[in-house]
C-alpha cells in the first residue's frame, strides 16, 4: 500500500490533518506527520520528513504532500524516481484524496493523480 | 585554492551572517516571516562548526558537508536552496581547484538552487544576487584576470544585485503575496548571498 507523509511549517497543523485524514480515509493507509523543525519551531526539518517516509514505506511507494514554501523545498529533496513523489496539491483536499486512494490500494501515479485531481475541486 | 581557502570561506560567513543577522531579520520582517537572519546564523554557525571539528579533506567535501548541514538545520526555504548550492558545487568542482573549475562549478550550484526554487532573475529571490555574481565569475575566467580580483568583482556584482532587488515585485515566496506591496524592499535572500559572496572576496584578499 501507498503511504503518505504530510509536511507542514506546523507540527499542530500536520498531526491533526494526519487525524482529520485518517478518520475521512479510514485505517488503511499508512499515514504520517512531519510538521515544524527539531526543536519544536514552525518551519520545516528533513530529518522528521525522512523518518515520517521511513514510517509509512511499505514498498508501494510514499508520496509527501507539502504545505508551502520550505515544506515543498525540503521535501522535494528526499523524492525518488518512481518511490517517493512530492505532490504539488492543495493540503488538505488533496491528503484526503491520495489517503482514499491508497487505503482502495491504488498503486503509486493513481494515488499521485488522485491528489493532483482535488486541485480543480470547487468548494461552491 | 584549495580545501583551507574554502573552509575560510564558511568561516568568514558564519561571521558576517551573525554580525548582519538583525538586518536580515529586519528585511525578512518587512516581507517575509522575520526568520532569515537566525535560521542563516544557526546554519552557517553549525557548518562552521562541523568544518572545525571534522576538517575535510577535499574541497568537495568541504562543499558536501556545507551543503548537507544548511539542508539540515535552517529550518526554512534558504537551507534546502543553499544546501543545494553548495551540494551541487561538490558534484561539480574537478581537484585542482582553478578560477575556471570554480566558475563552473558556482554556475552548477545557482542552476540547482534555481531548479529547485522554480526562481529565475527579477522574481526576487537570492537568485537576483546570486546569478550576477555567476556571470561576474565567468566574464573573470574568460579576461583572464586573476582569483582575488574575481572574487571582488562577483562580490561587487552580488551586492549590487542585492540592491537592485528593492524594485522589483516578488514572484516567490510569502512576499509574492503581497503584490505591489513587495515593492520598496530588499529581498532578504538575495541580501544573504551578497554577504556570501563578501566573505569569498575576503578570503583571498
Known amino acids: 500500500m501507498v503511504g503518505l507523509v504530510l509536511v507542514s511549517h506546523s507540527a499542530g497543523l500536520a498531526a491533526e490533518t494526519v487525524a482529520l485524514v485518517r478518520g475521512i480515509a479510514g485505517p488503511e493507509p499508512p499515514l504520517a506527520a512531519a510538521g515544524g523543525t527539531r526543536d519544536g519551531g514552525l518551519g520545516t526539518s528533513l530529518e522528521l520528513i525522512e523518518e515520517a517516509v521511513r514510517a509509512v514505506d511499505r514498498g508501494a511507494g510514499v508520496v509527501i504532500v507539502p504545505d508551502l514554501g520550505s515544506s515543498v523545498l525540503t521535501a522535494r529533496l528526499v523524492e525518488e524516481d518512481g518511490r517517493v513523489v512530492v505532490a504539488d496539491v492543495p493540503f488538505v483536499e488533496g491528503a484526503i484524496a491520495a489517503a482514499v486512494a ?14 493532483e485531481e482535488s486541485r480543480a475541486y470547487r468548494k461552491i | 585554492m584549495d580545501t583551507d581557502v574554502l573552509v575560510a570561506w564558511f568561516a568568514e560567513t558564519a561571521r558576517l551572517v551573525h554580525r548582519e543577522r538583525e538586518r536580515l531579520t529586519d528585511l525578512d520582517a518587512a516581507i517575509g516571516d522575520a526568520d532569515h537572519g537566525s535560521n542563516l546564523d544557526r546554519g552557517f554557525s553549525e ?7 571534522s576538517p575535510p579533506d577535499t574541497p568537495a567535501q568541504v562543499l558536501a558537508t556545507a551543503g548537507a548541514t544548511l539542508i539540515r538545520r535552517v529550518g526554512g526555504a534558504s537551507g534546502p536552496l543553499y544546501g543545494s548550492v553548495f551540494r551541487q558545487m561538490g558534484k561539480s568542482l574537478t581537484s585542482p581547484v582553478t578560477l575556471a573549475g570554480f566558475a563552473a562549478a558556482f554556475e552548477e550550484g545557482v542552476v540547482a538552487a534555481e531548479r529547485l526554487g522554480k526562481a529565475a532573475l527579477g522574481d526576487k529571490t537570492m537568485v537576483d544576487a546570486l546569478v550576477p555574481a555567476s556571470r561576474a565569475l565567468a566574464l573573470a575566467v574568460r579576461d583572464g584576470v586573476g582569483v582575488r580580483e574575481a572574487f571582488e568583482q562577483a562580490a561587487r556584482a552580488a551586492a549590487d544585485g542585492a540592491k537592485a532587488t528593492i524594485p522589483l515585485q516578488a514572484r516567490k515566496g510569502r512576499a509574492s503575496y503581497l503584490g505591489e506591496r513587495s515593492v520598496g524592499h530588499e529581498d532578504p535572500g538575495a541580501a544573504s548571498a551578497a554577504l556570501l559572496m563578501a566573505a569569498l572576496a575576503t578570503v583571498v584578499a
Open chain 1, 102 to 115: 491508497a487505503g482502495a490500494g491504488a498503486p503509486l501515479a493513481d494515488v499521485l493523480a488522485a491528489a
Open chain 2, 47 to 53: 557548518v562552521a562548526r562541523a568544518l572545525a571539528t
